[in-house]
C-alpha cells in the first residue's frame, strides 16, 4: 500500500489481514472493503475469523486511489494507506 500504479481499466487487487489476538474475540475480522475517491465502497467481502485472504477485481476509468478498510467484530479498526492510480 501507498505505492503508485498506472491508470487502467481493470485492477486486479490481493490483500492478506490478519490479527494475532486469536484469544480476543472482538478482533475477528469480519469485513473487508475497498474504498475509492469520495468514500465509495466499490468491493467489500464478509469475512469470519482472524486470518484473511482476498483478491478482488475492480473496474474503474476514474478512480485516484484505492485503500482497504478491515472491520471487526469490535468495529472498523484498521485502515491501509491508499494506493494511488497516476491519474
Keep these: 500500500m ?5 491508470p487502467a481499466a481493470r485492477y486486479a487487487v490481493s490483500a492478506a489481514v490478519g490479527d494475532p489476538d486469536t484469544l480476543v474475540p ?10 475509492s475517491d469520495g468514500g465509495t465502497v466499490v468491493a467489500s467481502r464478509s469475512v469470519s475469523g482472524h486470518n484473511a485472504i482476498w483478491v478482488a477485481t475492480v473496474s474503474s ?25 497516476g491519474r
Design 2 to 6: 501507498g505505492s503508485v500504479v498506472s
Design 26 to 35: 472482538a478482533d475477528r475480522i469480519t469485513g473487508l472493503e475497498l474504498v
Design 61 to 85: 476509468t476514474t478512480a485516484r486511489y484505492l485503500w482497504l478498510r478491515v472491520t471487526t467484530a469490535g468495529g472498523v479498526t484498521a485502515w491501509t494507506a491508499p494506493v494511488w492510480i
